[in-house]
């Protein structure tokens, strides 16, 4: 044997969040039964034979015929799919979708159907296989947020977001929780991989075309978490305290570009406080931001919370929180007490159903589609398979005599270490996982590209993956119901160093894949996770000096939904190539990428930083995962980053931070390596009658390959004492075609003189001050190639007052350098 095993137990992620919320739902179950819906129902079924039946130009005559319970039972959802009772009492007969997430209640009496909403946003998450039946359903494992958005590439993001929705549509469901479009405040937060970016200019402009996509089909997203659900900590008590410049222009402005330009169906409204108030609570959030500044005119459903005892169902409606999911009787007897009582106006009631019903004579169940359960899965194989790799981004390409990649015809037969290489990870854990039909992982990836992977080395891994599998599924107990929820993590072996040597003959190079697991309730910890593990650490020095010493190159590949630790070892890899966790085709695009069938065109939406800690927000992040486990007593003493996080850092998150204050970084926001090289020429600026800005460059592909650039606009706007700014700002960026070597293409961005614009609180308005603006165009952010400047007007565009911090914070500004 070639290896020792380190340990045979294999750690897993302790989801305690999950295992909490799974056991809510079947208290859910119980309660609901408990709680007398079925005796309200049978009691509807006759109130007035001659209802209207709903169409989509009746509401108002349906909305008049409801009794006060419907009502109320509209504004409640029907639980979980295990819940089909809810739907079942109002007389619905109709077939759910199993693993589904949810469902609206039916009322058979008015035409009403239940609607189907399912997981995303990486996929359609349903079962996969349903009891009295062969058929499987398994939907296609796409690239997850963070590939995605690293493709900056809007019209690629729309097609997988058609693809997306053709299976939503396909397998019954009507709406798709997704896209996430919270922001990489920290790259500790475990369910960063869903989302995008640390920055919501990309959020924003990736976030619509993915929903342009998805609706296109016929069938709804519920953008999500809104807002501020940026860590997993306490996500369901903790209140972010954050200032309105930061939420208005750092965590909103995202969402805020989603609603204008794509007009989503649904929002979801985030678990976490905002400023001390429930985001599904929070009137100043669902109604004064989301519908009269911007205004919003689709549902707004809750988080799968259910009731909560520190907030009054009838605050929750009344803020415009149309749905409360995952339903739970007792809201619905909430909700007609306090209309009875006088604490709920009936106005909000009927202002919330009456959306609801708009939103109903959407859904294809309205209509009446008959779905096929049989998606084009094929032709969504290959959209995952090629739009990954223009996801995926190369951080270091170098060699002794030529770059390591893409791999030259000398290399045939590759050693791969790490267990993911075998295990390889399609997508992240959680709610956001897929029931995939398989993973590709890289010995069948390399293959398929003609390249063979030693067998000893292939034995040995695979043997162990099989196994720790079966031992995963042998040790399984009731609180690890979690592992249908994705793949967990298994652990590394230990290659020993007469194992190297063995493989240093065959192998004509090394690839060692480093992967990372994190998902829905627990973030991530610095040590073990964010950094390299002592086992990683040990087997890419030892194979890099082995490899090295006789000539031949070592890559790295990293197989991980978020950034980890780079700079102390990158030193050891030729080659480092993030392949993120891209779908069910993985190790065929890794593989795609190594040999240069694919150039690589991905760039970083988010800051890779030296340490874990360099990040301002680090300081008041979540730093003890374990934190479900905490004794109240320990809650009680108002756990920093846990149960209360400060925003301290304010509008310094990501590279707004890193530039402004001079701080280096691993690599920077923006940054990404092709296998050619491209020249700007030409930049220029002009003012729109409009006041709004166009700049143009042009881009020639001066290297040997085809290959696609992404450009940046950052913008540096001129400070005013009362309201400082970041360095400069991400304000367009556009992405070539496949330019053959040689070609030139002109990319000309428009930059809104709306997008110009802080906010400022004193005035609650958004303030662009009138002044010279400097318009910086790049090729990341550290990488500025030319500038041109305007002269530009004041713009003042006044909004609500809402969201103050309930205390003050001491936040970080450049004027008073910390
Ligand atoms: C997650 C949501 C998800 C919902 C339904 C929640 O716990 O935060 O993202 O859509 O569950 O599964």
Same mark, same amino acid.
């Given at each position: 044997m070639y290896t020792s095993f380190s340990r045979q137990s294999l750690i897993l992620p302790t989801i305690s969040w999950l295992v909490m919320k799974k056991l809510f739902l079947i208290a859910c179950i119980v309660m609901q039964q408990n709680l007398g819906w079925s005796q309200d129902a049978s009691q509807l079924q006759n109130v007035g034979s001659n209802a209207p039946k709903l169409t989509a130009t009746n509401i108002d005559e349906v909305l008049a015929a409801m009794t006060l319970e419907e009502k109320a039972q509209m504004l409640v959802g029907g639980g979980h799919h295990s819940f089909v009772g809810s739907g079942a009492m109002m007389g619905h007969q109709e077939k759910l979708v199993a693993g589904a997430a949810g469902i609206t209640v039916a009322i058979p009496r008015l035409g009403i159907p239940a609607t189907v909403l399912c997981d995303g946003p990486a996929g359609v998450h349903i079962d996969a296989t349903r009891k009295g039946t062969d058929q499987t359903f398994y939907a296609t494992g796409f690239p997850i947020g963070t590939c995605l958005a690293c493709t900056w590439n809007t019209e690629l993001v729309e097609e997988v977001g058609r693809a997306i929705g053709n299976e939503t549509l396909e397998y019954g469901c009507d709406v798709i929780l997704g896209p996430g479009l919270n922001i990489h405040r920290n790259p500790l937060c475990g369910r960063n991989f869903e989302y995008y970016s640390e920055d919501p200019f990309v959020t924003g402009a990736i976030g619509a075309a993915c929903v342009k996509g998805i609706q296109s089909q016929g069938v709804g997203v519920s953008i999500k978490h809104f807002a501020v659900n940026s860590q997993e900590g306490d996500r369901t008590r903790v209140s972010e305290n954050v200032s #309105? *410049? +930061?939420? *208005?222009?750092? /965590?909103?402005?995202?969402?805020?570009?989603?609603?204008?330009?794509?007009?989503? =169906?649904?929002?979801?409204?985030?678990? &976490? $406080?905002?400023?001390?108030?429930?985001?599904?609570? &929070?009137?100043?959030?669902?109604?004064?931001?989301?519908?009269?500044? =911007?205004?919003?005119?689709?549902?707004?459903?809750?988080? =799968?919370?259910?009731?909560?005892?520190?907030?009054?169902?009838? #605050?929750?409606? &009344? +803020?415009?929180?149309?749905?409360?999911?995952?339903?739970?009787?007792? #809201?619905? $007897?909430?909700?007609?007490? +306090?209309? $009875?009582?006088?604490?709920?106006?009936?106005?909000?009631?009927? *202002?919330?159903? *009456?959306?609801?019903?708009? /939103?109903?004579?959407?859904?294809?169940?309205?209509?009446?589609?008959?779905?096929?359960?049989?998606?084009?899965?094929?032709?969504?194989?290959?959209?995952?398979? #090629?739009?990954?790799?223009?996801?995926?981004?190369?951080?270091?390409?170098?060699? @002794? @005599?030529?770059? +390591?990649?893409?791999?030259?015809?000398?290399?045939?037969?590759?050693a791969l270490f790490g267990v993911n290489s075998y295990d390889f990870f399609s997508g992240g854990l959680g709610s956001g996982c897929v029931n995939v039909p398989y993973v590709i992982d890289m010995v069948t990836g390399l293959k398929n590209n003609g390249i063979s992977t030693t067998p000893a080395l292939t034995e040995i891994y695979r043997d162990y993956v099989t196994f720790a599998r079966k031992k995963l599924r042998i040790d399984k107990n009731p609180e690890m119901w979690f592992l249908d929820q994705g793949q967990p993590k298994l652990d590394e072996i230990d290659i020993t160093e007469r194992c190297i040597q063995h493989e240093l003959k065959e192998a004509d190079a090394a690839i060692i894949t480093i992967g990372r697991q994190a998902g829905e309730g627990i973030d991530r910890a610095i040590e073990g996770e964010f950094n390299l593990s002592q086992m990683e650490r040990s087997l890419l020095t030892r194979v890099s000096n082995a490899f090295h010493a006789a000539g031949k190159p070592v890559v790295v590949v990293i197989n991980s939904g978020s950034v980890i630790e780079t700079a102390s070892w990158r030193d050891y890899a030729d080659a480092i190539l993030v392949a993120w966790q891209p779908g069910q085709e993985g190790g065929n695009s890794v593989a795609d990428v190594l040999t240069g069938r694919q150039n690589p065109s991905g760039k970083l939406t988010m800051t890779w930083p030296i340490a874990a800690t360099d990040h301002p927000s680090t300081a008041n992040f979540p730093q003890e995962p374990d934190y479900y486990n905490l004794s109240d007593k320990m809650y009680g003493q108002r756990m920093k980053g846990v149960n209360y996080t400060n925003h301290e850092e304010d509008i310094y998150v990501g590279y707004r931070y890193f530039d402004s204050f001079g701080h280096r970084v691993a690599y920077p926001f923006g940054y990404g390596l092709s296998y050619t090289v491209f020249s700007y020429e030409n930049a220029k600026i002009k003012k729109l009658k409009n006041e709004d800005i166009e700049v143009s460059v042009t881009v020639k592909n001066t290297g040997k390959r085809a290959g696609k650039e992404i450009v940046q606009v950052y913008v540096s706007a001129p400070s005013t004492p009362s309201m400082e700014k970041p360095a400069k700002e991400l304000k367009a960026f556009a992405k070539t075609r496949n330019l053959q070597p040689g070609e030139s293409q002109t990319l000309t961005m428009t930059i809104a003189r709306r997008d110009l614009a802080s906010f400022d609180e004193a005035k609650s308005q958004w303030l662009a001050d009138a002044g010279r603006y400097d318009f910086q165009i790049g090729a990341s952010s550290a990488d500025i190639r030319c500038h041109v400047s305007a002269e530009v007007k004041a713009y003042a565009e006044p909004v609500s007052s809402v969201l103050q911090l309930q205390s003050k914070l001491n936040v970080l500004r450049r004027s008073s350098k910390k």
């Amino acid at each position: 044997m070639y290896t020792s095993f380190s340990r045979q137990s294999l750690i897993l992620p302790t989801i305690s969040w999950l295992v909490m919320k799974k056991l809510f739902l079947i208290a859910c179950i119980v309660m609901q039964q408990n709680l007398g819906w079925s005796q309200d129902a049978s009691q509807l079924q006759n109130v007035g034979s001659n209802a209207p039946k709903l169409t989509a130009t009746n509401i108002d005559e349906v909305l008049a015929a409801m009794t006060l319970e419907e009502k109320a039972q509209m504004l409640v959802g029907g639980g979980h799919h295990s819940f089909v009772g809810s739907g079942a009492m109002m007389g619905h007969q109709e077939k759910l979708v199993a693993g589904a997430a949810g469902i609206t209640v039916a009322i058979p009496r008015l035409g009403i159907p239940a609607t189907v909403l399912c997981d995303g946003p990486a996929g359609v998450h349903i079962d996969a296989t349903r009891k009295g039946t062969d058929q499987t359903f398994y939907a296609t494992g796409f690239p997850i947020g963070t590939c995605l958005a690293c493709t900056w590439n809007t019209e690629l993001v729309e097609e997988v977001g058609r693809a997306i929705g053709n299976e939503t549509l396909e397998y019954g469901c009507d709406v798709i929780l997704g896209p996430g479009l919270n922001i990489h405040r920290n790259p500790l937060c475990g369910r960063n991989f869903e989302y995008y970016s640390e920055d919501p200019f990309v959020t924003g402009a990736i976030g619509a075309a993915c929903v342009k996509g998805i609706q296109s089909q016929g069938v709804g997203v519920s953008i999500k978490h809104f807002a501020v659900n940026s860590q997993e900590g306490d996500r369901t008590r903790v209140s972010e305290n954050v200032s #309105q *410049r +930061a939420l *208005r222009e750092i /965590y909103l402005r995202g969402f805020e570009r989603v609603v204008r330009e794509s007009n989503p =169906w649904t929002i979801m409204s985030s678990y &976490n $406080k905002i400023n001390g108030v429930y985001a599904m609570g &929070n009137s100043g959030l669902l109604t004064d931001v989301l519908r009269n500044d =911007w205004g919003y005119k689709g549902i707004v459903m809750t988080d =799968w919370i259910g009731k909560r005892h520190d907030l009054p169902t009838e #605050q929750e409606v &009344n +803020a415009g929180n149309d749905l409360l999911m995952p339903g739970y009787g007792e #809201q619905a $007897k909430d909700i007609i007490g +306090a209309v $009875k009582s006088g604490r709920l106006d009936i106005k909000d009631v009927n *202002r919330n159903v *009456r959306r609801m019903l708009e /939103y109903i004579v959407k859904t294809p169940r309205f209509r009446g589609y008959q779905f096929s359960n049989h998606p084009d899965t094929k032709t969504h194989a290959a959209i995952t398979r #090629q739009s990954s790799t223009e996801g995926m981004v190369l951080l270091k390409n170098e060699g @002794l @005599l030529a770059t +390591a990649l893409p791999f030259s015809s000398d290399v045939k037969t590759v050693a791969l270490f790490g267990v993911n290489s075998y295990d390889f990870f399609s997508g992240g854990l959680g709610s956001g996982c897929v029931n995939v039909p398989y993973v590709i992982d890289m010995v069948t990836g390399l293959k398929n590209n003609g390249i063979s992977t030693t067998p000893a080395l292939t034995e040995i891994y695979r043997d162990y993956v099989t196994f720790a599998r079966k031992k995963l599924r042998i040790d399984k107990n009731p609180e690890m119901w979690f592992l249908d929820q994705g793949q967990p993590k298994l652990d590394e072996i230990d290659i020993t160093e007469r194992c190297i040597q063995h493989e240093l003959k065959e192998a004509d190079a090394a690839i060692i894949t480093i992967g990372r697991q994190a998902g829905e309730g627990i973030d991530r910890a610095i040590e073990g996770e964010f950094n390299l593990s002592q086992m990683e650490r040990s087997l890419l020095t030892r194979v890099s000096n082995a490899f090295h010493a006789a000539g031949k190159p070592v890559v790295v590949v990293i197989n991980s939904g978020s950034v980890i630790e780079t700079a102390s070892w990158r030193d050891y890899a030729d080659a480092i190539l993030v392949a993120w966790q891209p779908g069910q085709e993985g190790g065929n695009s890794v593989a795609d990428v190594l040999t240069g069938r694919q150039n690589p065109s991905g760039k970083l939406t988010m800051t890779w930083p030296i340490a874990a800690t360099d990040h301002p927000s680090t300081a008041n992040f979540p730093q003890e995962p374990d934190y479900y486990n905490l004794s109240d007593k320990m809650y009680g003493q108002r756990m920093k980053g846990v149960n209360y996080t400060n925003h301290e850092e304010d509008i310094y998150v990501g590279y707004r931070y890193f530039d402004s204050f001079g701080h280096r970084v691993a690599y920077p926001f923006g940054y990404g390596l092709s296998y050619t090289v491209f020249s700007y020429e030409n930049a220029k600026i002009k003012k729109l009658k409009n006041e709004d800005i166009e700049v143009s460059v042009t881009v020639k592909n001066t290297g040997k390959r085809a290959g696609k650039e992404i450009v940046q606009v950052y913008v540096s706007a001129p400070s005013t004492p009362s309201m400082e700014k970041p360095a400069k700002e991400l304000k367009a960026f556009a992405k070539t075609r496949n330019l053959q070597p040689g070609e030139s293409q002109t990319l000309t961005m428009t930059i809104a003189r709306r997008d110009l614009a802080s906010f400022d609180e004193a005035k609650s308005q958004w303030l662009a001050d009138a002044g010279r603006y400097d318009f910086q165009i790049g090729a990341s952010s550290a990488d500025i190639r030319c500038h041109v400047s305007a002269e530009v007007k004041a713009y003042a565009e006044p909004v609500s007052s809402v969201l103050q911090l309930q205390s003050k914070l001491n936040v970080l500004r450049r004027s008073s350098k910390k």
